[in-house]
């Protein structure tokens, strides 16, 4: 004997009622032209579909009589699934950028950490910057804490705080979002 494997159950199945889906005794139907044909009973309806060759599609089923419409049901869903792509592609995608000093950096290190951070904000991402603090170097809270507002304040001319200065351990860090 021969095993076969398992389909995996698709994700949820059609999500519209289609022809011999629909449970319902009377809807309304709506013709391809989106004129109202009135209430029939599912069979005058499915018969309507057939004459038609498209699909008795059922699009509002909690109003009393469902609502359904005679269409072109391969039509829909591709016209459902282009327009869903659209309006994913025109989402802006806010990305969040992350920049990590530490206390006893140079002044040129910083400098170009800045630098990077400004061109992150000017092109629209959000800037994390985290100060880290090694081993024992945590004794240096307060200059590390001062050395970060420095930085922010040379910051506020490409973006503004969108987070207040945090301590996550033995970090401190904020967010910053372009202005």
Do not use: C, W
């Not at 999500?15 to 319902?24: P, T």
């Not at 992350?98 to 140079?106: L, S």
């Amino acid at each position: 004997m021969i095993k076969r494997k398992k389909r995996p159950a698709q994700k949820g199945g059609p999500k519209h009622l289609v022809d011999g889906r629909i449970k319902f005794e009377k809807l309304r139907v709506i013709d391809p032209e989106k004129n109202d044909i009135g209430i029939l009973g599912l069979q005058e309806a499915l018969d309507l579909a057939r004459e038609r060759r498209l699909n008795l599609v059922v699009v509002s089923p909690k109003t009393d009589p469902p609502v359904a419409k005679v269409m072109d049901y391969g039509k829909f869903v591709y016209d459902n699934d282009k327009r869903e792509k659209k309006a994913k592609s025109n989402q802006v995608k806010v990305i969040t950028k992350e920049i990590q000093i530490r206390p006893k950096i140079g002044e040129h290190d910083l400098k170009i950490k800045l630098d990077r951070a400004e061109k992150f904000l000017d092109s629209g991402n959000r800037v994390k910057i985290v100060m880290k603090f090694r081993g024992r170097e945590i004794v240096y809270m307060n200059s590390g804490r001062e050395l970060l507002e420095n930085s922010i304040k040379s910051l506020m001319n490409s973006g503004e705080i969108g987070e207040a200065l945090k301590s996550e351990g033995k970090n401190l860090s904020i967010i910053l979002f372009p202005s």
